[in-house]
């Protein structure tokens, strides 16, 4: 019910646009948040945005970088990546959850199945 894509291969300093395409009842209601996870770490929260996208929060190490946004006529979400370093590789997952203590514990109703980006150094 979440479908990520954009991401890929990128060298460090560049930007990339994370997509989420959601088909999920009550979107407009649901909060939106970005995890990653890099080989050999636990699963970590990026960034979170709530229902009607007025109000966002982020993980300190991309704050000033990443930007979380969505889009309620579309049903997307969306996580622009800028300044990419090579501590960034992960692979990003997105997730919808209509609480947003539970959204921001990772404890999200809706995941989708990831997509891979490498920055090169």
């Known amino acids: 019910r979440l479908v990520e894509s954009g991401g890929g291969l990128v060298q460090a300093g560049d930007s990339l646009r994370l997509s989420c395409a959601a088909s999920i009842s009550f979107f407009t209601s649901y909060n939106m948040g970005w995890f990653r996870q890099a080989p050999g770490k636990e699963r970590e929260f990026v960034a979170a945005?709530?229902?009607?996208?007025?109000?966002?929060y982020y993980e300190p190490s991309v704050k000033g970088r990443f930007f979380a946004s969505k889009d309620n006529v579309n049903y997307m979400a969306y996580l622009q990546m800028n300044s990419l370093k090579p501590e960034d590789t992960a692979i990003y997952y997105c997730?919808?959850?209509?609480?947003?203590?539970?959204?921001?514990?990772?404890?999200?109703?809706?995941w989708g199945q990831g997509t891979q980006v490498t920055v090169s150094s």
């Open positions: 997730a919808g959850e209509s609480n947003w203590g539970r959204l921001v514990a990772g404890l999200a109703e809706y």
């Open positions: 945005v709530d229902w009607n996208g007025h109000n966002d």
